[in-house]
């Protein structure tokens, strides 16, 4: 078994004492999960009888998940061998959680009106200045708010305090403008009503904490109409490869009048959900660490590498013989910042897990009403089918189409289908709207959601286009459960994984403690292999989910910028060693 480039020979001699530490630390919850299931599942519904919860109720809250770099005592800096290790992970939990204090204060305390000028040599706080918000508050009262427009007048606002503190002989290098983002964060909490419960939900199945579900927040205030400039789309802002990768795409239908209408799937967060969260797990497991994983989904995971190899040439002062790779990270942000050479991690991705940790404190005391969870079925006709949007309102139940309009219910529920809106006084859809629906655009299934309940009442009617074999179900029960459990055999919960769902928990434990290796890369090929067949032999929407999560692991570790770290983690562990003797 590789063992941590890190730590001395003494390390092999005391197998014992680590094997009880890693036990505590899985006791604890700070090893679990990694790859990609959780060893204590805790369903939101059993927690209360009531209709809603809040974030921070939960065990998946990053303070719980992680708590040693998140919320406990620092260590003991006593006399003796662990003196130098406890002395540099309290350095790093602290400048961590300094780090996170202001993104908390950012993300959740101040508003879009506020602007905080800091001189960063010392981060003495020299002025909090506050945008006229009457000038603001003038729009229609049901109007959204411009933040753009905003953010431009801040923006403005922006070179004239630095101007202002550059005269009074501050070097212009020295003045940081922070600006607060507190109305977009809970803006975004409103647009995630429907969807944040199968967000939870997704995240408990992969192992991953509620850090992953800020993911929208952050990228996009969960806005499912942005577009980066590097072409990234959605509100989690995946990349048109893994959208074609996933079999998410952009097409055309025809309507009863003849225009077509546009169907962009990346809009729909039910569509890219999956994608957007195995994606983070199959990072999480290639970096070793859900933490630098979330930030590698923002700026790459070659980002991610390239600050590891750097921890591990020039962070020398912050080595110990415990050193994993969430130290290399916290390192990154914050001490050894300076050190990173030029990527986008150092003009975009700094800030990100702490923004995530910032959104999440914002909103975490908000009660989840389950009862806005959107409950739909997504669906697909039958090879051959087609029928008209106007004729399919038509034959479902409740369609009242004067007052809740079942057109506008259809837009509402399928965002991915660019149809226009109807004027007040027309009942049914628009000419314009009436899109005719198929079972494929081309090669493309067109998929669709209806209200829950909805197949059964067209079957009634005599409309049986449906196809049962690629209907979806989104309910109570989606994403619920624990795939299996590492238990008594007999509990009744007890799902037995097998020994190679073991073997890639074990080596994604490895790769924690800097296991990038050649030999590691290999059992992670074998296994990927071991993971096919089980997507063949026992299909699931979980298998296909973990096959995915493998697959991107395997990518990214045959790359050029996975060799460079195995050279350098291969060249450190040598280092080690010669230092040991």
Same mark, same amino acid.
């Given at each position: 078994?590789?063992?941590?480039?890190?730590? +001395?020979? !003494?390390?092999?001699?005391?197998?014992? $004492?680590?094997?009880?530490?890693?036990?505590?630390?899985?006791? %604890?919850?700070?090893?679990?999960?990694?790859?990609?299931?959780?060893?204590?599942?805790?369903?939101?519904?059993?927690?209360?009888?009531?209709?809603?919860?809040?974030?921070?109720?939960?065990?998946?809250?990053?303070?719980?998940?992680?708590?040693?770099?998140?919320?406990?005592?620092?260590?003991?800096? /006593?006399?003796? *061998?662990?003196?130098?290790?406890?002395?540099?992970?309290?350095? @790093?939990?602290?400048?961590?959680?300094?780090?996170?204090? #202001?993104?908390?204060?950012?993300?959740?305390?101040?508003?879009?009106?506020?602007?905080?000028? !800091?001189?960063?040599?010392?981060?003495?706080?020299?002025?909090?200045?506050?945008?006229?918000?009457?000038?603001?508050?003038?729009?229609?009262?049901?109007?959204?708010?411009?933040?753009?427009?905003?953010?431009?007048?801040?923006?403005?606002?922006?070179?004239?305090?630095?101007?202002?503190?550059?005269?009074?002989?501050?070097?212009?290098?020295?003045?940081?403008?922070?600006?607060?983002?507190?109305?977009?964060?809970?803006? $975004?909490?409103?647009?995630? @009503?429907?969807?944040?419960?199968?967000? =939870?939900?997704?995240?408990?199945?992969?192992?991953?904490?509620?850090?992953?579900?800020?993911?929208?927040?952050?990228?996009?205030?969960?806005?499912?109409?942005? !577009?980066?400039?590097?072409?990234?789309?959605?509100?989690?802002?995946?990349?048109?490869?893994?959208?074609?990768?996933?079999? =998410?795409?952009?097409?055309?239908?025809?309507?009863?009048? &003849?225009?077509?209408?546009?169907?962009?799937?990346?809009?729909?967060?039910?569509?890219?959900?999956?994608?957007?969260?195995?994606?983070? $797990?199959?990072?999480?497991?290639?970096?070793?660490?859900?933490?630098?994983?979330?930030?590698?989904?923002?700026?790459?995971?070659?980002?991610?590498?390239? !600050?590891?190899?750097?921890?591990?040439?020039?962070?020398?002062?912050?080595?110990?013989?415990?050193?994993?790779?969430?130290?290399?990270? *916290?390192?990154?942000?914050?001490?050894?910042?300076?050190? #990173? %050479? +030029?990527?986008?991690?150092?003009?975009?991705?700094?800030?990100?897990?702490?923004?995530?940790?910032?959104?999440?404190?914002?909103?975490?005391?908000?009660?989840?009403?389950?009862?806005?969870?959107?409950?739909?079925?997504?669906?697909?006709?039958?090879?051959?089918?087609?029928?008209? @949007? %106007?004729?399919?309102?038509?034959?479902?139940?409740?369609?009242?189409?004067?007052?809740?309009?079942?057109?506008?219910?259809?837009?509402?529920?399928?965002?991915?289908?660019?149809?226009?809106?109807? +004027?007040?006084?027309?009942? &049914?859809?628009?000419?314009?709207?009436?899109?005719?629906?198929?079972?494929?655009?081309?090669?493309?299934?067109?998929?669709?959601? #209806?209200?829950?309940?909805?197949?059964?009442?067209?079957?009634?009617?005599?409309?049986?286009?449906?196809?049962?074999?690629?209907?979806?179900?989104? &309910?109570?029960?989606?994403?619920?459960?624990?795939?299996? %459990?590492?238990?008594?055999?007999?509990?009744?919960?007890?799902?037995? &994984?097998?020994?190679?769902?073991?073997?890639?928990?074990?080596?994604?434990?490895? =790769?924690?403690?800097?296991?990038?290796?050649?030999?590691?890369?290999?059992?992670?090929?074998?296994?990927?292999?071991?993971?096919? $067949?089980?997507?063949? /032999?026992?299909?699931?929407?979980?298998?296909?989910?973990?096959?995915?999560?493998?697959?991107?692991?395997?990518?990214?570790?045959? +790359?050029?910028?996975?060799?460079?770290? *195995?050279?350098?983690?291969?060249?450190?562990?040598?280092?080690?060693?010669?230092?040991?003797?």
């Amino acid at each position: 078994m590789p063992r941590n480039p890190l730590r +001395s020979s !003494v390390f092999r001699a005391s197998t014992g $004492a680590v094997g009880a530490i890693l036990l505590l630390l899985l006791v %604890s919850g700070e090893l679990a999960p990694l790859a990609g299931r959780t060893l204590h599942f805790i369903d939101s519904r059993d927690e209360t009888d009531e209709k809603s919860f809040t974030l921070e109720q939960l065990d998946m809250h990053p303070d719980a998940v992680f708590p040693s770099w998140f919320s406990d005592p620092l260590l003991d800096e /006593e006399d003796g *061998a662990g003196e130098h290790e406890a002395s540099v992970r309290n350095r @790093l939990v602290r400048d961590f959680r300094d780090f996170l204090t #202001l993104y908390v204060q950012r993300q959740g305390e101040d508003d879009n009106f506020t602007l905080r000028v !800091v001189d960063n040599r010392t981060d003495e706080l020299l002025e909090i200045h506050e945008l006229n918000r009457e000038d603001w508050e003038q729009r229609a009262p049901d109007a959204p708010w411009d933040w753009d427009l905003v953010d431009e007048q801040r923006r403005r606002q922006t070179r004239v305090l630095v101007d202002k503190y550059v005269d009074q002989g501050i070097p212009r290098k020295a003045v940081t403008v922070k600006w607060g983002r507190r109305n977009q964060v809970v803006e $975004a909490r409103t647009r995630e @009503l429907g969807y944040i419960e199968y967000e =939870i939900r997704l995240a408990k199945l992969l192992g991953l904490s509620l850090l992953a579900t800020e993911t929208g927040t952050v990228e996009t205030f969960n806005r499912d109409d942005r !577009v980066s400039a590097a072409g990234a789309r959605g509100r989690y802002q995946i990349m048109p490869f893994l959208l074609r990768m996933n079999d =998410i795409h952009r097409y055309r239908l025809s309507t009863a009048t &003849g225009n077509t209408i546009r169907v962009y799937e990346e809009r729909h967060p039910l569509l890219t959900m999956e994608t957007a969260f195995t994606t983070i $797990a199959g990072y999480r497991n290639a970096v070793g660490h859900e933490i630098p994983g979330l930030s590698a989904y923002h700026s790459g995971p070659g980002n991610i590498f390239m !600050v590891y190899r750097t921890f591990l040439e020039k962070g020398r002062d912050f080595h110990t013989r415990e050193s994993t790779v969430m130290d290399a990270y *916290a390192w990154a942000i914050t001490d050894g910042f300076e050190k #990173l %050479s +030029s990527s986008s991690f150092r003009t975009h991705s700094r800030g990100y897990v702490a923004s995530a940790y910032g959104s999440l404190r914002a909103t975490e005391s908000l009660p989840v009403d389950k009862t806005a969870t959107l409950q739909v079925e997504r669906v697909q006709l039958r090879d051959g089918e087609r029928i008209n @949007l %106007s004729r399919l309102l038509e034959l479902l139940p409740g369609a009242d189409l004067t007052e809740t309009n079942a057109y506008d219910r259809f837009r509402e529920h399928n965002p991915h289908f660019l149809l226009p809106e109807r +004027s007040e006084n027309q009942p &049914g859809a628009p000419p314009r709207g009436d899109v005719q629906l198929v079972s494929r655009s081309g090669q493309t299934p067109v998929r669709f959601f #209806l209200p829950a309940g909805s197949i059964k009442a067209l079957f009634a009617a005599g409309f049986d286009g449906i196809d049962p074999e690629k209907t979806f179900h989104f &309910g109570q029960d989606t994403y619920g459960g624990a795939p299996w %459990s590492y238990g008594e055999p007999d509990s009744p919960d007890a799902f037995p &994984g097998t020994v190679w769902d073991r073997q890639y928990d074990e080596l994604v434990q490895e =790769i924690a403690g800097f296991g990038f290796t050649n030999e590691n890369r290999e059992r992670l090929a074998a296994l990927t292999e071991r993971f096919e $067949a089980l997507a063949r /032999e026992q299909p699931s929407s979980y298998r296909d989910m973990q096959l995915k999560i493998i697959r991107t692991h395997h990518r990214l570790w045959h +790359s050029e910028v996975f060799d460079r770290l *195995a050279a350098v983690v291969r060249a450190t562990a040598l280092s080690e060693e010669m230092g040991s003797e």
